[in-house]
């Protein structure tokens, strides 16, 4: 299992709906990073949070916004979404900013907007 | 251009067989080079981190680098049917805030 876990796995929502995906890691890691992951697309990186502070917004649409608690926690609070918003929700985590054991990711959340 | 291109495939082989998987890119700055293996419904796991030119090898696996040419690759040798799934190649100029490539999809045939 990996040190990263991500719930919920499959998320339904309607475009007036909103709802959460949480992300954990319990590896001690003090970067946390969310991924947007479409089908033939490279991994499209949507926010940086180093010992929970907000290091990079990759100029996301602000019907998505992030929360981070804790090193150990990461959210993404999702509202009003498009049907092109649908796509794999890649939550990551990493030692530091700069890595050099890469990144661990979580399953993913695979979203579908009606 | 895009900074990072690979070829999405599918790539079939039979079990066995040496796999060559590659990217270019364009960006001269890359010098922090990663690979990673994705397997339908699960998240990407880190397979080869690589700095600089050069070769690295862990088991079946070997990473390639050619800075002159931007231009690395990825072989796998003795291919297994469990070695199918996606793989992405990631790069950096500052071993921060890797960018990605879209990933090739292989297929070993038992």
């Known amino acids: 299992e990996t040190g990263v876990t991500q719930t919920p796995r499959h998320l339904v929502m309607g475009m007036t709906n909103k709802k959460s995906l949480k992300c954990e890691q319990h590896?001690?890691?003090?970067?946390m990073y969310w991924y947007k992951q479409s089908a033939k697309k490279p991994l499209e990186l949507m926010f940086v949070?180093?010992?929970?502070?907000?290091?990079e917004n990759n100029s996301v649409p602000s019907r998505f916004s992030p929360e981070c608690p804790n090193s150990s926690h990461l959210f993404l609070h999702l509202h009003t979404l498009q049907p092109e918003d649908s796509a794999l929700y890649l939550c990551?985590?990493?030692?530091?900013?700069?890595?050099?054991?890469?990144?661990?990711f979580g399953s993913g959340t695979r979203l579908t907007v009606v | 251009q895009k900074e990072v291109e690979q070829d999405p495939g599918p790539l079939s082989v039979p079990e066995g067989a040496i796999v060559s998987l590659n990217c270019t890119y364009s960006?001269?700055?890359?010098?922090?080079f990663m690979w990673y293996r994705q397997y339908s419904r699960k998240g990407p796991e880190l397979l080869m981190y690589?700095?600089?030119?050069g070769n690295k090898e862990d088991g079946r696996f070997t990473a390639q680098v050619d800075k002159s040419s931007k231009y690395i690759s990825l072989f796998i040798r003795d291919s297994q049917p469990s070695d199918s799934a996606t793989y992405l190649c990631?790069?950096?100029?500052?071993?921060?805030?890797?960018?990605f490539g879209p990933g090739t999809r292989l297929s070993v045939l038992p």
């Open positions: 990551a985590s990493s030692q530091d900013l700069q890595t050099s054991y890469g990144y661990t």
């Open positions: 960006n001269s700055a890359f010098q922090y």
């Open positions: 690589t700095y600089s030119s």
């Open positions: 949070y180093n010992f929970k502070e907000q290091t």
């Open positions: 590896l001690g890691h003090n970067a």
């Open positions: 990631a790069m950096s100029g500052n071993g921060q805030n890797f960018v």
